[in-house]
């Protein structure tokens, strides 16, 4: 049974770097999408991106000026950066696993995703000064 | 962005009773090629991270429990509680994955009446 144990710092002051780490316990790093959600009264639960075992990511456009994920599958760990943070970026942050299928979609095998089944424990950050 | 609206904002229940939320999408998300809804609904207990209850629309996650059934298509979709138990309450979320970004609903809470 996969596990998601995610950790960083609580606390930022405003304009500094949100630093987020997620271990994936038992479970291998092929074959899904790696998220990262992010959760506040003001804006619900927000997708903020994803990385695949290959490195390639996928940003929500509302943050991808600010946000680098990234992921080292020798430690089977994946990463968040979040630059510049506001009070904005106060609430609870979740890495999780997306599933992922595959299909030709004309000359091209691409992959889909449909739905997020692992969740880590949250961690929660607050931005003030 | 795709926007999921859901209703209503919380319900109360008799254990036993039926429960239903509802949530629309102002775009359809049904993908032609498959005829599939690329919709799923979510559980969050308090104090825990969401939990997955249903993807295409209707397709119950694995040790999911029966009573909890997913429909619709398109735009609009609903899951149902048939019998509410304690353990149900929890705030229930809609997101749509047709579009990045993928977008959640604003969630329905669930109480026992």
């Known amino acids: 049974q996969v596990r998601l144990q995610q950790w960083g710092a609580g606390l930022l002051k405003p304009a500094k770097t949100l630093s987020l780490t997620c271990a994936v316990h038992?479970?291998?790093?092929?074959?899904?999408?790696w998220s990262w959600m992010r959760q506040s009264p003001g804006k619900g639960l927000e997708w903020i991106g994803d990385?695949?075992?290959?490195?390639?990511?996928d940003y929500n456009p509302s943050l991808k000026s600010r946000v680098t994920m990234s992921i080292d599958t020798s430690k089977n760990e994946f990463y968040l950066r979040l630059r510049s943070v506001t009070a904005a970026d106060t609430g609870v942050y979740y890495c999780?696993?997306?599933?992922?299928?595959?299909?030709?979609?004309?000359?091209?095998?691409?992959?889909?995703?449909?739905?997020?089944?692992?969740w880590g424990q949250g961690t929660t950050v607050a931005v003030s000064s | 962005d795709i926007v999921m609206t859901q209703s209503p904002d919380s319900l109360a229940v008799y254990l036993g009773e039926r429960a239903t939320i509802t949530c629309k999408s102002s775009q359809d998300v049904l993908y032609s090629s498959n005829n599939k809804n690329y919709l799923a609904w979510y559980q969050q207990r308090p104090g825990l991270p969401p939990k997955l209850l249903m993807y295409?629309?209707?397709t119950r996650e694995s040790g999911v429990p029966d009573r909890f059934s997913g429909g619709g298509t398109g735009t609009d979709f609903t899951l149902t509680i048939s019998s509410l138990q304690a353990e149900d309450v929890a705030i229930y979320y809609c997101?749509?994955?047709?579009?990045?970004?993928?977008?959640f609903g604003q969630g329905t809470k669930v109480e026992i009446k």
């Open positions: 295409w629309a209707s």
């Open positions: 997101q749509q994955y047709y579009s990045a970004p993928w977008t």
């Open positions: 990385v695949v075992q290959s490195g390639s990511t």
């Open positions: 999780a696993r997306g599933k992922r299928y595959g299909e030709w979609s004309g000359d091209f095998f691409q992959y889909f995703y449909y739905g997020t089944d692992v």
């Open positions: 038992d479970g291998s790093l092929s074959d899904y999408y």
